[in-house]
């Protein structure tokens, strides 16, 4: 079935760079989406690609797509003690239905 | 525009009482959703609407009822809660399907004890 798996935690010092990691099950993904949620608000969208790009930037924010592994990453550079919260990837499934993996909390250490 | 709004914000509640969270959008958006959040677990879709009058089943449809009888309002129903149905719960709303923004509203943390 459609599955978007993450991995739960990441830690970074400030001023680093962060990868968050995603793969997805789905081949015939349309977009590809990077949420953030911060601490008790809803999700907010960051950036998202469509399925035949293999790069998005976005000023911070690299998205990298390999379709063939089914994987993204999300690449924050500079990363900032704002930027703690968690990053949810999410595939658009064939139909009406979007597919959340269970969100990647990023620590950002100053 | 207030875009999604949830309420309530928090509740506790028994073992088999009921109750509805309500989520409206101002947006005029025909796609609205329920999720609900356990950690470690991700979202995981309860219901869906694609229009007014329109609903359908999402992963984890048991114990919950939807309605949507004008495109603004989608409330999600819990019967007889179980303690299984503690959860954060978040209603999303999109204008149309593709590269569109998702706007979820705050949340509903929800405890059954």
């Known amino acids: 079935g459609e599955d978007v798996e993450q991995s739960l935690f990441l830690s970074v010092r400030e001023g680093d760079s962060s990868v968050i990691n995603c793969t997805y099950t789905?081949?015939?993904?349309?977009?590809l989406y990077w949420y953030k949620q911060e601490p008790g608000a809803g999700l907010q969208l960051l950036t998202y690609?469509?399925?035949?790009?293999d790069m998005k930037q976005d000023q911070r924010l690299t998205v990298l797509l390999n379709k063939k592994d089914k994987h993204l990453s999300l690449r924050i550079a500079d990363t900032q003690t704002g930027d703690s919260a968690i990053y949810f990837c999410?595939?658009?499934?064939?139909?009406?239905?979007?597919?959340f993996g269970a969100g990647t909390r990023l620590f950002v250490k100053a | 525009n207030a875009g999604v709004t949830q309420t309530p914000k928090f509740r506790i509640l028994k073992i088999g009482q009921s109750m509805t969270l309500q989520c409206t959008q101002d947006?005029?958006?025909?796609?609205m959703y329920w999720y609900r959040q356990d950690p470690g677990m991700g979202l995981k879709l309860i219901y869906y609407?694609?229009?007014?009058?329109?609903?359908d089943k999402g992963e984890v449809p048991n114990g919950y009822n939807v309605s949507r009888s004008t495109t603004e309002d989608f409330p999600l129903r819990l019967e007889l809660a179980a303690p299984s149905q503690t959860s954060v719960y978040f209603c999303?709303?999109?204008?149309?399907?593709?590269?569109?923004?998702?706007?979820f509203g705050q949340g509903t943390r929800l405890t059954v004890v």
């Open positions: 999410a595939e658009e499934t064939g139909g009406f239905k979007t597919i």
């Open positions: 789905d081949s015939s993904s349309t977009y």
């Open positions: 690609i469509f399925s035949n790009m």
């Open positions: 947006m005029n958006h025909n796609y």
């Open positions: 609407s694609v229009g007014a009058g329109i609903t």
């Open positions: 999303a709303s999109i204008l149309s399907l593709g590269n569109t923004e998702a706007f």
